[in-house]
């Protein structure tokens, strides 16, 4: 099952194609006195390998600053979709994507073909 830590390594690495170290200079944490932010905490690579590593989870104000740093909701980067039917696509249709788009129109043939291949063997087999 896809995790928080996969998601946000993802983000990180297909997505933004940034180190640890990068992304941590990034964000950083609100801290609030009463409603109003007075002050940001940084947040370091160590907590982002955590965080990938599923070794802690973060508070919510680092959620917010994450999903809003990768522009995506939070019901996806905590769930992996969206709450009221998927609107955001899974890890693995991003990654599917992100593959799809690094082909050239010729691989993208020879894929198509391979995979309607695939699915016509595979509905022979079904019935």
Known sequence: MESLG??????????RGITMEQLANQLAIPVYDKDKIIDHKPVTSGTISNLENNKHRPNVDLMVVIAKYFNVSLDWLVNGQE???EKNPSLSQLKLKDLFASMSPEELEMQAHFINEMRMKTLGNSE
């Open 6 to 15: 996969e998601r946000i390594n993802y983000l990180r690495v297909a997505r």
């Open 83 to 85: 709450f009221e039917g």
